[in-house]
Structures are given as C-alpha cells and as structure tokens.
T-cell receptor, first 113, second 113 residues
Framework: KAGVTQTPRYLIKTRGQQVTLSCSPI?????VSWYQQTPGQGLQFLFE???????NKGNFPGRFSGRQFSNSRSEMNVSTLELGDSALYLC????????????FGNGTRLTVT | GQQVMQIPQYQHVQEGEDFTTYCNSS?????IQWYKQRPGGHPVFLIQ?????EVKKQKRLTFQFGEAKKNSSLHITATQTTDVGTYFC?????????????FGTGTQLKVEL
C-alpha cells in the first residue's frame, strides 16, 4: 500500500503570497489531518477532515484553511503569508476512529522570506 | 485547553545505556499513542495504550500507561544508534468525535558511540 503523499516537498514563498499544499492519504483512509511543526512550538494541530467536512479545527488564524475532496485527497491553503508561517507542514491520514493511529507523509517544508 | 508535556526535552546517552521519557497530560486520556521521528523524517506510529496501568513491550522498548490514565512513559533498554530521534506521546481530544491528537513536546534522544 502506498503511503501518504505530500506535494510539494519544498516551497519558498515571499511575505504576502499564498500557498496551497496537497496531500493524498493512504487508500481507504477517510480522515486527513494537518499539523504544523516548528522547533519552537512542536507539532500543532491545524485541522481534520472527514468525508469532505472539517471535523476538528486547531487554534490557527483564518488565513489557514483546508478542504477535502470526494476521493479523500486534501489541500491546505495559507493566504497572506507571514515569516512565522515558515514550518514543516505534515499531513496524516487515519481510519475513521478516535483510536486510529496517524500515518504521516514526508511533509512540505515551507520557507517564507 | 488540553496540554501534554514531556520530560526531558533532550537526552544524550552513550550507546548501551538506558533511556526513559515521561509524558504527562493535563486531562485524563482515553488512550495514548507514541511516535518516533528520525532527524529529517516524519513521525512514525510506534504503539497505542488503552487500559489503565497497561504495559507493552516492543523488543527493547517498554511503554507504560499510568493508573490514572494521565501519564505514560517510554523506556529503552541498552540504546543503539538506531534509536536516535525525537519521541512524542500524543493523546486524543477529551470530548467530541474525530481524530484530533494533542502531541507532547517531545524528547530528543542522541546516542553516542
């Protein structure tokens, strides 16, 4: 079974721009979560999608948004980029259960200059 | 909100020495999961503990879930260089559905020959 695929792997953007990151979950996994990882804040939950609906949301500003498509693929968008948005963005998929372990992709390394 | 803390933040050991990381949650958890992230990699699921007082072993790794289901520990016996990485514990949200995990602050393990 193929793992979680995230594209692109690396991205460099300037302040004020917007960015879209993509995630393809493991086949059969209907839940997709996004996390932001930084050295200072660790792994922070952004949001979770299931059946094209946002099921959970973290404490991030409205500039961070996401969506899920009918094939469970997901995208997240960050608008009006700030320097502090530089981070590793990790997507994780899981089966539909609160006890399901997360399967992470390799992440997208976003650098904002 | 729910907080999950880990100690120590960093640990340097000589190969062959033991290692322990401790995880404490501000709330009672229905289960706790452990993940390992190698340098430059993504978090990889190790194990899930569900029952109060549960102990599980994976070769040299021993995982414990506290009686009150608010703390957990990971102990590695006779560390090897392959154990290098950051170890995270994670707990699910207290109420509501979905698969939102709150990750601990992580313990970075370095093993020297």
């Amino acid at each position: 079974k193929a793992g979680v695929t995230q594209t692109p792997r690396y991205l460099i953007k300037t302040r004020g721009q917007q960015v879209t990151l993509s995630c393809s979950p493991i086949s059969g996994h209907r839940s997709v979560s996004w996390y932001q990882q930084t050295p200072g804040q660790g792994l922070q939950f952004l949001f979770e999608y299931f059946s094209e609906t946002q099921r959970n949301k973290g404490n991030f500003p409205g500039r961070f948004s996401g969506r899920q498509f009918s094939n469970s693929r997901s995208e997240m968008n960050v608008s009006t980029l700030e320097l502090g948005d530089s981070a590793l963005y990790l997507c994780a998929s899981s089966l539909d259960s609160q006890n399901s372990p997360l399967h992470f992709g390799n992440g997208t390394r976003l650098t904002v200059t | 909100g729910q907080q999950v803390m880990q100690i120590p933040q960093y640990q340097h050991v000589q190969e062959g020495e033991d290692f322990t990381t401790y995880c404490n949650s501000s709330t009672t958890l229905s289960n706790i999961q452990w993940y390992k992230q190698r340098p430059g990699g993504h978090p990889v699921f190790l194990i899930q503990l569900v029952k109060s007082g549960e102990v599980k072993k994976q070769k040299r790794l021993t995982f414990q879930f506290g009686e009150a289901k608010k703390n957990s520990s990971l102990h590695i016996t006779a560390t090897q260089t392959t154990d290098v990485g950051t170890y995270f514990c994670a707990g699910p949200k207290v109420t509501g559905g979905g698969n939102k995990l709150t990750f601990g602050t992580g313990t970075q393990l370095k093993v020297e020959l």
